[in-house]
């Protein structure tokens, strides 16, 4: 019984690793499929859908500066207290609202560019 | 006109290259977009800091007629600045995604620049004359005593410095919820369009505070997002049509008689994918980040992460050419997808009679095919072969184990090195790359 559990799993495990169009048998694996085992082998928990939502999504995101007050004045009552800001692990390729607690030191001034453009020089 | 590779015909020399030559080099110094006018007598550059530079051929020396004139700097304006949208919590950069000129008309130029959420028009004009002999203020502008004035005089226009005047015509905003990528100006020349990620508008020149949406791909629900447009441009001469490209590949043609809101085609064109070699980086590489009409408007041209592609546009169903950039880089889209390298968008673009296309890569280096002879050559922006007409070597990467002298292997090439923005003279042999934070100006070897 217990066998029986651990071949299953067993296999699973060989389909996420393959990609699913390749026959097992198959010898002849293109270099971008030998990039795509490369990439999956350290991003095991990367989407199926590489193209769709989660990269597009974070397209069109860009730019957005997310801030909460809650959040932040919980952190400043963290560092009073000396303890440890929670680390930041961003995982695969997304960011995590909320993990990161912006201070007013953090968040860079967006000043107009004053200076001329070095071209014109 | 234009042959490519370097053989007994034609040669690439280089000519200038404007910018700082310090290793450390500002955000705000990179180019981020390159554009002849339509005479190729004004080269335009704008720049992640949201400012203009344009630069003017000048006349070839009478006394030297084997050397071809030089840019010299013509004008320079913020065109943007950086916008917090504080309703969206939104960063709004003043980065210059676009910039596109208007045929002349008058005296004066325009152009059209835009950033991520508004596009504005520029008027550049020349004054070299000036009103002298007011009767109400001296010269230097100090108001005059009115009881001391007993006679009156008529202002006389006298000639001054040539002063090069750039000024805000047009301000064009608040119609892009996404981030605009592109801009083209139609060919009736009272129009143009402007594209962001899921919409594409069609403004008239003269008026801001309205426009006309003519395509909407976005979902009624964001989850079933699955493309975004990536580039659009009016037809050079049909001024009902317009393509747009996505982020899957595929090229969409619209008339703009057929319906007001041009959301159905009337033309898609997709090559067909081999499906056994689909890889998770299929999508990725093949989506398009330029498209651009050859001049004669029977061709275009689309830029995808490895080839230029040249269809036809009464052939749908597959690319008429297919011009490999660097195809060494596939056995490397781990890496770089690692690095963000696999999303970087590069530009292409077409000679002045269609038969030569160029576009850039990495490590500096840029690539040119000549659609005739089918040769291709790859040059290098490089400080170091820029010496006053000196010819440029060609490059060579090399893809096996052995490398030759005079090669570069691939893992050698700096990924941080990218020409993405190139410009094509609409007439001459001159070509404009902008290599991060220089631009470098090419020509041919005139004999």
Known sequence: MLHHNMSLHACLYVLCVLPPTQEIDDNVITPEKAEEVKLKARYPHLGAKPGGSDLLRKRLQKGQKFFDSGDYNMAKAKVKNKQQLPAVTPA?????????????????????????????? | MAGVAGGNDFQWCFSQVKGAIDEDVAEADIISTVEFNHSGELLATGDKGGRVVIFQHEQECKNRPNLRGEYNVYSTFQSHEPEFDYLKS????????????LPQQNSAHFLLSTNDKTIKL???????????????????????????????RVPVLMPMDLMVEASPRRVFANAHTYHINSISVNSDHQT?????????????????????NIV?????????????????????????????SSSKGTIRLCDMRTAALCDSHTKFFEEPEDPSSRSFFSEIISSISDVKFSHSGRYMMTRDYLSVKVWDLNME????????????????????????CIFDKFECCWNGSDSAIMTGSYNNFFRMFDRNTRKDITLEASRESSKPRATLKPRKVSTGGKRKKDEISVDSLDFNKKILHTAWHPKENVIAVAATNNLYIFQDKIN
């Not at chain 2, 939104?90 to 000129?101: T, V, Y």
């Not at chain 2, 001469?237 to 393509?243: A, E, L, S």
Request: net charge negative; with cysteine; charged share 35%.
């Open chain 2, 192 to 212: 143009y369009l402007s594209a962001d990620d899921l919409r594409i508008n069609l403004w008239h020149l003269e008026i801001t505070d309205r426009s006309f």
């Open chain 2, 216 to 244: 909407d791909i976005k979902p009624a629900n964001m989850e079933e997002l699955t493309e975004v447009i990536t580039a659009a441009e009016c037809h050079p001469n049909q001024c009902n049509v317009f393509v747009y």
């Open chain 1, 92 to 121: 695969e390729k997304a960011e995590i609202t909320g993990d990161h607690i912006p201070t007013p030191q953090d968040i860079p001034q967006r000043k107009p560019s004053i200076v001329a453009s070095k071209l014109a020089g």
């Open chain 2, 317 to 340: 169903n597959r690319p008429v050419e297919t011009y490999q950039v660097h195809e060494y880089l596939r056995s490397k889209l781990c890496s770089l997808y690692e690095n963000d």
């Open chain 2, 90 to 101: 939104l960063e709004i950069e003043e980065k210059i995604n676009k910039i596109r000129w």
């Open chain 2, 122 to 152: 520029w008027k550049i004009g020349e004054r070299d004359k000036r009103a002298e002999g007011y009767n109400l203020k001296d010269e230097d502008g100090r108001l005059r005593d009115p009881f001391r004035i007993t006679s009156l």
